[in-house]
Protein backbone atom coordinates (compact mmCIF):
# COMPACT_ATOMS: atom_id res chain seq x y z
CA UNK A 1 0.00 0.00 0.00
CA UNK A 2 0.97 3.53 -0.52
CA UNK A 3 1.51 5.89 2.48
CA UNK A 4 -1.75 6.88 3.78
CA UNK A 5 -2.42 10.75 4.86
CA UNK A 6 -5.73 11.79 6.46
CA UNK A 7 -6.71 15.21 7.76
CA UNK A 8 -10.02 16.36 8.97
CA UNK A 9 -12.20 19.89 9.19
CA UNK A 10 -10.27 21.19 6.55
CA UNK A 11 -13.01 23.14 4.67
CA UNK A 12 -14.33 25.16 7.67
CA UNK A 13 -17.91 26.17 6.25
CA UNK A 14 -18.98 22.38 5.90
CA UNK A 15 -20.62 20.49 8.64
CA UNK A 16 -17.30 17.94 8.09
CA UNK A 17 -14.61 17.14 5.59
CA UNK A 18 -11.39 15.42 5.21
CA UNK A 19 -9.00 15.52 2.82
CA UNK A 20 -7.14 11.42 2.04
CA UNK A 21 -4.16 10.70 0.22
CA UNK A 22 -2.62 7.53 -1.11
CA UNK A 23 0.47 8.44 -2.18
CA UNK A 24 -0.07 11.20 -4.76
CA UNK A 25 -3.71 10.73 -5.19
CA UNK A 26 -5.45 13.61 -3.12
CA UNK A 27 -8.94 13.70 -2.90
CA UNK A 28 -11.07 16.34 -0.60
CA UNK A 29 -14.57 15.58 0.40
CA UNK A 30 -17.04 17.97 1.89
CA UNK A 31 -20.12 17.54 3.62
CA UNK A 32 -23.27 19.42 3.80
CA UNK A 33 -26.23 18.86 5.66
CA UNK A 34 -28.64 17.12 6.70
CA UNK A 35 -30.81 20.08 5.02
CA UNK A 36 -34.71 20.56 3.95
CA UNK A 37 -34.59 19.74 0.07
CA UNK A 38 -35.96 21.65 -2.42
CA UNK A 39 -37.72 21.53 -4.74
CA UNK A 40 -40.27 19.60 -2.91
CA UNK A 41 -41.29 16.88 -5.38
CA UNK A 42 -37.76 15.54 -4.78
CA UNK A 43 -38.46 14.68 -1.24
CA UNK A 44 -38.48 11.48 0.17
CA UNK A 45 -41.30 11.11 2.91
CA UNK A 46 -40.08 7.94 4.72
CA UNK A 47 -36.11 8.43 4.47
CA UNK A 48 -33.41 11.07 3.76
CA UNK A 49 -31.48 11.03 0.47
CA UNK A 50 -27.65 11.41 0.02
CA UNK A 51 -26.08 12.68 -2.88
CA UNK A 52 -22.51 12.51 -3.97
CA UNK A 53 -20.68 14.78 -7.03
CA UNK A 54 -17.07 13.35 -7.58
CA UNK A 55 -15.16 16.08 -10.17
CA UNK A 56 -11.43 15.55 -11.58
CA UNK A 57 -9.85 18.85 -11.21
CA UNK A 58 -9.03 20.22 -14.39
CA UNK A 59 -4.93 20.14 -13.11
CA UNK A 60 -4.97 16.95 -11.10
CA UNK A 61 -3.69 14.67 -14.26
CA UNK A 62 -0.71 15.40 -16.41
CA UNK A 63 -2.13 16.50 -19.35
CA UNK A 64 -4.84 18.91 -18.38
CA UNK A 65 -8.28 17.84 -18.47
CA UNK A 66 -11.41 19.71 -20.05
CA UNK A 67 -13.05 21.36 -16.97
CA UNK A 68 -17.16 20.02 -16.15
CA UNK A 69 -18.83 17.24 -15.41
CA UNK A 70 -18.50 14.25 -17.84
CA UNK A 71 -19.72 10.47 -18.16
CA UNK A 72 -16.76 9.26 -16.04
CA UNK A 73 -17.86 11.96 -13.39
CA UNK A 74 -21.73 10.93 -13.53
CA UNK A 75 -20.57 7.27 -12.92
CA UNK A 76 -18.74 8.06 -10.28
CA UNK A 77 -20.32 9.84 -7.90
CA UNK A 78 -22.72 7.28 -8.05
CA UNK A 79 -20.31 4.79 -7.29
CA UNK A 80 -19.41 6.81 -4.21
CA UNK A 81 -23.22 7.08 -3.50
CA UNK A 82 -24.12 3.04 -3.61
CA UNK A 83 -20.81 2.36 -1.63
CA UNK A 84 -21.66 4.29 0.87
CA UNK A 85 -25.11 4.40 1.41
CA UNK A 86 -25.69 1.20 3.37
CA UNK A 87 -23.68 3.05 6.06
CA UNK A 88 -25.94 6.18 6.48
CA UNK A 89 -29.26 5.96 8.55
CA UNK A 90 -30.91 7.94 6.12
CA UNK A 91 -34.21 7.32 7.85
CA UNK A 92 -33.19 9.61 10.71
CA UNK A 93 -33.75 12.23 8.65
CA UNK A 94 -36.90 12.17 5.96
CA UNK A 95 -37.64 15.20 3.03
CA UNK A 96 -33.73 16.24 3.96
CA UNK A 97 -30.87 15.87 1.84
CA UNK A 98 -27.53 15.15 2.67
CA UNK A 99 -25.00 16.98 -0.11
CA UNK A 100 -21.28 15.47 -0.64
CA UNK A 101 -19.03 17.40 -2.95
CA UNK A 102 -15.36 15.28 -3.83
CA UNK A 103 -13.13 16.76 -5.92
CA UNK A 104 -10.23 15.14 -6.78
CA UNK A 105 -6.97 17.32 -6.38
CA UNK A 106 -4.60 15.15 -7.42
CA UNK A 107 -4.94 12.15 -9.44
CA UNK A 108 -2.84 8.85 -9.78
CA UNK A 109 -4.77 5.99 -9.61
CA UNK A 110 -7.19 4.61 -7.47
CA UNK A 111 -9.12 8.20 -7.46
CA UNK A 112 -13.03 6.73 -6.92
CA UNK A 113 -11.32 4.50 -3.44
CA UNK A 114 -9.69 7.73 -1.94
CA UNK A 115 -12.73 9.05 -2.46
CA UNK A 116 -15.26 6.92 -0.94
CA UNK A 117 -12.76 6.60 2.14
CA UNK A 118 -12.89 10.57 1.99
CA UNK A 119 -16.78 10.69 1.66
CA UNK A 120 -16.67 8.63 4.62
CA UNK A 121 -14.78 10.34 6.58
CA UNK A 122 -16.41 14.04 6.29
CA UNK A 123 -19.96 12.32 6.74
CA UNK A 124 -18.50 11.55 10.03
CA UNK A 125 -16.72 14.45 10.84
CA UNK A 126 -20.24 16.35 10.17
CA UNK A 127 -22.29 14.06 13.00
CA UNK A 128 -23.74 11.85 10.12
CA UNK A 129 -25.81 8.64 12.15
CA UNK A 130 -23.56 6.04 10.66
CA UNK A 131 -23.86 2.18 11.41
CA UNK A 132 -20.33 1.73 10.51
CA UNK A 133 -17.51 2.73 8.08
CA UNK A 134 -17.08 2.42 4.96
CA UNK A 135 -13.33 1.58 3.94
CA UNK A 136 -12.40 1.59 0.36
CA UNK A 137 -9.32 0.30 -1.42
CA UNK A 138 -8.44 -1.43 -4.83
CA UNK A 139 -6.56 -4.47 -5.66
CA UNK A 140 -5.64 -6.04 -9.30
CA UNK A 141 -3.56 -8.16 -11.50
CA UNK A 142 -0.29 -6.82 -13.24
CA UNK A 143 2.05 -9.02 -15.01
CA UNK A 144 0.47 -12.00 -13.50
CA UNK A 145 0.92 -10.95 -9.71
CA UNK A 146 -1.75 -9.99 -7.56
CA UNK A 147 -1.67 -6.66 -6.37
CA UNK A 148 -3.08 -4.06 -3.58
CA UNK A 149 -3.90 -0.36 -3.78
CA UNK A 150 -3.43 0.45 -7.65
CA UNK A 151 -1.50 3.66 -8.75
CA UNK A 152 -1.66 5.15 -12.02
CA UNK A 153 0.55 3.35 -14.42
CA UNK A 154 -0.70 0.08 -12.77
CA UNK A 155 -3.88 0.73 -13.46
CA UNK A 156 -3.40 1.88 -17.03
CA UNK A 157 -0.89 -1.84 -17.11
CA UNK A 158 -3.44 -3.99 -14.96
CA UNK A 159 -4.83 -6.97 -16.70
CA UNK A 160 -7.70 -6.77 -13.81
CA UNK A 161 -8.37 -4.04 -11.63
CA UNK A 162 -11.37 -3.87 -8.68
CA UNK A 163 -12.73 -1.24 -6.58
CA UNK A 164 -13.86 -2.16 -3.44
CA UNK A 165 -15.56 -0.99 -0.41
CA UNK A 166 -15.93 -2.32 2.69
CA UNK A 167 -17.97 -2.28 6.20
CA UNK A 168 -15.31 -3.63 8.79
CA UNK A 169 -17.20 -4.21 11.49
CA UNK A 170 -20.58 -5.27 10.11
CA UNK A 171 -17.77 -7.42 7.39
CA UNK A 172 -20.25 -6.63 4.96
CA UNK A 173 -19.25 -5.11 0.89
CA UNK A 174 -20.80 -2.22 -0.13
CA UNK A 175 -18.72 -2.03 -3.80
CA UNK A 176 -17.56 -4.72 -5.83
CA UNK A 177 -16.85 -3.43 -9.47
CA UNK A 178 -14.23 -4.26 -11.74
CA UNK A 179 -12.75 -5.09 -14.92
CA UNK A 180 -10.29 -7.51 -16.48
CA UNK A 181 -10.29 -11.53 -16.68
CA UNK A 182 -9.58 -13.18 -13.23
CA UNK A 183 -9.92 -17.12 -12.24
CA UNK A 184 -12.32 -17.68 -9.14
CA UNK A 185 -9.41 -18.31 -7.21
CA UNK A 186 -7.98 -14.81 -8.19
CA UNK A 187 -11.10 -13.53 -7.07
CA UNK A 188 -11.54 -15.08 -3.95
CA UNK A 189 -7.61 -13.96 -3.15
CA UNK A 190 -8.06 -10.50 -3.96
CA UNK A 191 -11.40 -10.21 -2.21
CA UNK A 192 -9.54 -11.64 1.07
CA UNK A 193 -6.32 -9.27 0.61
CA UNK A 194 -8.88 -6.42 -0.60
CA UNK A 195 -10.54 -6.76 3.60
CA UNK A 196 -7.20 -7.21 5.16
CA UNK A 197 -6.51 -3.71 3.42
CA UNK A 198 -9.12 -1.86 4.32
CA UNK A 199 -8.62 -3.40 7.75
CA UNK A 200 -5.12 -1.36 8.01
CA UNK A 201 -7.07 1.64 6.28
CA UNK A 202 -9.90 1.28 9.00
CA UNK A 203 -7.05 1.46 11.89
CA UNK A 204 -5.27 4.57 10.34
CA UNK A 205 -8.42 6.75 9.83
CA UNK A 206 -10.09 5.39 13.30
CA UNK A 207 -6.60 6.87 14.62
CA UNK A 208 -6.89 10.17 13.29
CA UNK A 209 -10.86 10.51 13.83
CA UNK A 210 -10.13 9.76 18.10
CA UNK A 211 -6.87 11.35 17.87
CA UNK A 212 -9.07 14.98 16.83
CA UNK A 213 -12.27 14.55 18.71
CA UNK A 214 -10.64 12.78 21.89
CA UNK A 215 -8.54 16.30 21.64
CA UNK A 216 -11.61 18.70 21.22
CA UNK A 217 -13.70 16.84 24.45
CA UNK A 218 -10.64 17.14 26.72
P1 LIG B 1 -9.98 5.33 -10.66
O1 LIG B 1 -9.32 6.67 -10.54
O2 LIG B 1 -11.04 5.12 -9.65
O3 LIG B 1 -8.98 4.19 -10.68
P2 LIG B 1 -10.26 5.09 -13.57
O4 LIG B 1 -9.98 3.63 -13.72
O5 LIG B 1 -11.32 5.70 -14.43
O6 LIG B 1 -10.75 5.35 -12.06
O7 LIG B 1 -8.93 5.93 -13.77
C1 LIG B 1 -7.67 5.40 -13.49
C2 LIG B 1 -6.66 6.51 -13.43
O8 LIG B 1 -6.48 7.06 -14.74
C3 LIG B 1 -7.04 7.71 -12.57
O9 LIG B 1 -6.85 7.50 -11.20
C4 LIG B 1 -6.15 8.77 -13.12
O10 LIG B 1 -4.83 8.64 -12.57
C5 LIG B 1 -6.16 8.44 -14.61
N1 LIG B 1 -7.17 9.24 -15.32
C6 LIG B 1 -8.51 9.16 -15.24
N2 LIG B 1 -9.13 10.06 -16.02
C7 LIG B 1 -8.14 10.74 -16.62
C8 LIG B 1 -8.10 11.83 -17.55
N3 LIG B 1 -9.21 12.40 -18.03
N4 LIG B 1 -6.88 12.26 -17.96
C9 LIG B 1 -5.75 11.69 -17.50
N5 LIG B 1 -5.72 10.68 -16.60
C10 LIG B 1 -6.88 10.21 -16.17
Redesign the pocket.
Known sequence: MRKIEVELGVVTRANGSALVKFGD?VALAAVYGPAELHPAHLREYQTGILRCRYS?APFS???R?VPGFDR?SVE?SKVIRVAIEPAIFLEEFPKAVVDVFVEILQ???????TAINATNLALISAGIPMRDFVVAC?VGKIDNCLVVD?N?IE??FSQA?I?FAFMPNRNKITLFQGDGQLTKNEIKELISLAKKSCEKIYEVEKGVLSGKYSRQIS
Open positions: TLVEEKRLADGSTRVSLGDNDN
